[in-house]
């Protein structure tokens, strides 16, 4: 995607300005060059370009939204986030193996099973509470750096997928070569269930199923289906046992920089961009979950009693999460959990009202 040459006049002007901003300045235009490493067919572009007519139309131009699809700025979470340091790079989207880079607690949130269903999973996420915790974390985590805007999701499960059989247990797994991120949660858990969990950058990840470098995956419908590898892939297993948290993420020093009434507008419209995500996936896993039947892939929902020899493996992953984390990563699971309980008694409550 090539960038236009008024865009890149605003990039160096942003660089050039970046830190030097002062309210004075502000009767020009502010750019915020907003950055997330998906292409135009994830949900985060849509998020996005809802976040760039809210904020362009509610500043009346006085802030100007630039929107870069893929490695144009930096092209990893590591390179976003140097580059939202050094004021090149503005707003950012990342999973929790991404935020882990900055404040590796996060991780937490890749424990297996930690997430009970959707409506559970959109609380916990948009919950106040846990929200400023985690704001106020990675804030300190980056000396007052970098600051979270809102959290969403992308891509909703991760599920087991290969091309070899059916998954109907752990017991299925052993033996598969599993592509996996660099992430020593995701690893274990293959591991301990078996397999060989193997880290492969994902644009690489069709041609090593294809080739057999690797038997399987762990990804969400969506995540197949945008990538084509419904091509090479024959069986998914539900199992669920991961929701895809997402958060944006803002340079501090940029949001500081805006005036009060900038900052509002800001705010108001990074907490559009979390609705977009969470609307737009349901939506985009009913023509994903279309495409991978008419490729002739088999779907597999395990029974209760499978579901729990899953959700079994996720306790020794949590004791090596707390092994390695400490304090940190109690309070961090102790925050979590406590934004589950009040996630799990307003869809109760709001459940029973509607039931009336």
Not at 308 to 332: C, H, L, M, N, V
Request: charge should be negative.
């Amino acid at each position: 995607m090539k960038i236009p040459s008024n865009k890149m006049k605003k990039i160096a002007s942003a660089v050039l300005l970046g830190s030097t901003l002062s309210t004075a300045s502000m009767a020009h235009a502010v750019d915020l060059n907003v950055v997330l490493l998906a292409n135009e067919q994830d949900e985060e572009y849509d998020a996005a370009q809802v976040f760039e007519n809210y904020v362009e139309s509610h500043t009346g131009g006085e802030v100007n939204v630039n929107i870069f699809v893929g490695p144009q700025l930096c092209g990893s979470a590591n390179e976003c986030f140097e580059a939202m340091q050094a004021g090149i790079v503005d707003l950012f989207t990342a999973t929790a193996g991404g935020v882990a880079g900055i404040y590796p607690p996060i991780q937490g949130m890749d424990i297996p099973y930690t997430f009970p269903d959707d409506r559970t999973a959109m609380g916990m996420l948009s919950d106040p509470e846990f929200t400023d915790y985690l704001r106020g974390e990675i804030l300190d985590a980056t000396g007052q750096g970098i600051r979270l805007m809102t959290m969403t999701q992308t891509g909703g499960w991760r599920n087991f997928a290969n091309v070899d059989h059916e998954i109907h247990s752990p017991a299925d797994i052993k033996g598969l070569r599993i592509r996996t991120i660099e992430s020593e949660i995701q690893q274990r858990l293959v591991r301990d269930m078996g397999g060989s969990p193997t880290p492969i950058p994902w644009l690489d990840v069709y041609t090593a199923l294809q080739t057999g470098v690797v038997d399987g995956t762990k990804n969400s419908i969506s995540d197949i289906i945008n990538m084509n590898f419904q091509e090479v892939l024959k069986y998914i297993t539900l199992d669920g046992h991961a929701y895809m948290a997402s958060m944006w993420l803002m340079g501090n020093q940029k949001f500081k920089s805006l005036t009060p009434e900038q900052q509002r507008i800001v705010v108001d419209g990074s907490a559009l961009m979390s609705v977009v995500q969470f609307g737009m996936q349901p939506r985009k896993e009913l023509e994903a979950y279309a495409a991978w039947k008419k490729s002739g892939g088999k779907l597999y929902v395990p029974n209760d009693e499978e579901m729990e020899q899953f959700r079994s493996y996720a306790e020794p992953i949590r004791k090596w999460y707390i092994d390695t984390y400490g304090e940190q990563g109690q309070q961090f699971l102790n925050e979590l959990n406590a934004a589950r309980d009040r996630a799990k008694e307003r869809v109760a409550e709001e459940r029973e009202s509607a039931l009336q």
